[in-house]
């Protein structure tokens, strides 16, 4: 099993980013996915959620009306959309699946993601 982020970097505040994460060994299209992120000295927090199908979405207060998560099931991808960041959006985000039934967790090595003030 592979998750594989993309699509981090350095960012003004204001600016745009769009990560992506790219699955395979796992059948995609019946994994729920997530992203996660972690700021320097906090812990793992859910920032947006998108259940297998993509029919539905959730998002930390922080980041909604912001972040747009989305997936592509046919080509086995996710994606998390990014705008208006915030220095606070500072962290490195992880791409996880999950079965939550079969108690499966997968997480991805993570993308840094910087926003300068």
């Not at 982020?5 to 003004?12: A, C, D, R, W």
């Not at 086995?76 to 791409?95: G, W």
């Amino acid at each position: 099993v592979q998750l594989v982020e993309s699509g981090g970097g350095l960012v003004q505040a204001g600016g745009s980013l769009r990560l992506s994460c790219a699955a395979s060994g796992i059948l995609f299209s019946i994994y729920d996915m997530a992203w996660y992120r972690q700021a320097p000295g906090k812990q793992r927090e859910l920032a947006a959620y998108i259940t297998s199908s993509g029919g539905s979405t959730r998002y930390a207060n922080s980041v909604k009306g912001r972040f747009t998560i989305s997936r592509d099931n046919a080509k086995r991808m996710m994606y998390l959309q990014m705008n208006s960041l915030e220095p606070e959006d500072t962290a490195v985000y992880y791409c996880n699946a999950k079965r939550t039934s079969d108690h499966i967790d997968y997480w991805g090595q993570g993308t840094q993601v910087t926003v300068s003030s």
